[in-house]
């Protein structure tokens, strides 16, 4: 069955540093969608990558997408204490209803 | 842009009371459905809605929960005798139809039940 995992569990890093957040799953993917969560609150997207794709950028973020070794991995550049937050990648089927399978995401912290 | 919207943001209930969760999907869209995220743990999806029925449920979807789509534009969660352990964050999401389309989550309902 499909599963995503997010390594690793925990980060905590000094504001201005990079943090970097991988993402593995087991089957064919349409999409792998990246999500930002602070405690307790909703999920922000914040960036999809198709499958067609290898390399996304939006700001201080950059995501890339390995098909063959099915991983992804987030990229936070210049990091920020108002990045503190659970970061989850999300993976759909290739076939079916595209429901989304969740990682169990990385609890990313940012010491000012 | 348009955007999934959910009510209400928080609902407290008893142990043994059925709660409806209410969702109001975008327009357009297709596919519909209900996740569940457990405090300090991940989002688990509960099922999938397409074309006036359920595609896809996971086996946390058991006979308590049920879901509705009554008028065409709000997409209900039931749960028809909540106990303690349904107190969570559900989130409603909808999509397009075809592959490349990507899942709009709305913000989430905090259920508490005491």
């Known amino acids: 069955s499909q599963q995503g995992e997010e390594d690793p569990q925990a980060l905590s890093i000094q504001e201005g540093e990079n943090a970097t957040m991988n993402c593995s799953y087991k089957t064919s993917i349409n999409n792998l969608q990246w999500y930002r969560q602070n405690s307790g609150r909703g999920l922000v997207h914040l960036i999809l990558?198709?499958?067609?794709?290898r390399e996304k950028h939006s700001g201080r973020l950059r995501v890339t997408l390995d098909t063959s070794k099915k991983s992804s991995s987030l990229l936070i550049t210049a990091s920020r204490a108002a990045d503190t937050a659970s970061y989850f990648c999300a993976t759909d089927g290739t076939a079916g209803t595209y429901k989304y399978i969740f990682g169990t995401g990385t609890r990313l912290k940012v010491l000012a | 842009e348009p955007e999934v919207t959910q009510t209400p943001s928080h609902q407290v209930t008893q142990m043994g009371q059925e709660v409806i969760l209410r969702c109001v999907p975008i327009?357009?869209?297709?596919?519909f459905y209900w996740y569940r995220q457990i405090l300090g743990q991940k989002v688990e999806f509960l099922v999938s809605?397409?074309?006036?029925?359920?595609?896809?449920k996971s086996e946390i979807f058991d006979d308590q929960f049920s879901v509705e789509r009554p008028d065409g534009s709000n997409f209900t969660l039931k749960i028809r005798s909540t106990k303690l352990e349904d107190s969570a964050m559900y989130f409603c999401?909808?999509?397009?139809?075809?592959?490349?389309?990507?899942?709009?989550f709305g913000p989430g309902t905090r259920l508490t039940v005491t």
């Open positions: 327009s357009n869209h297709l596919y």
């Open positions: 990558i198709r499958s067609n794709e």
């Open positions: 999401a909808s999509r397009n139809q075809g592959p490349s389309y990507e899942q709009y």
């Open positions: 809605f397409y074309n006036n029925e359920i595609s896809e």
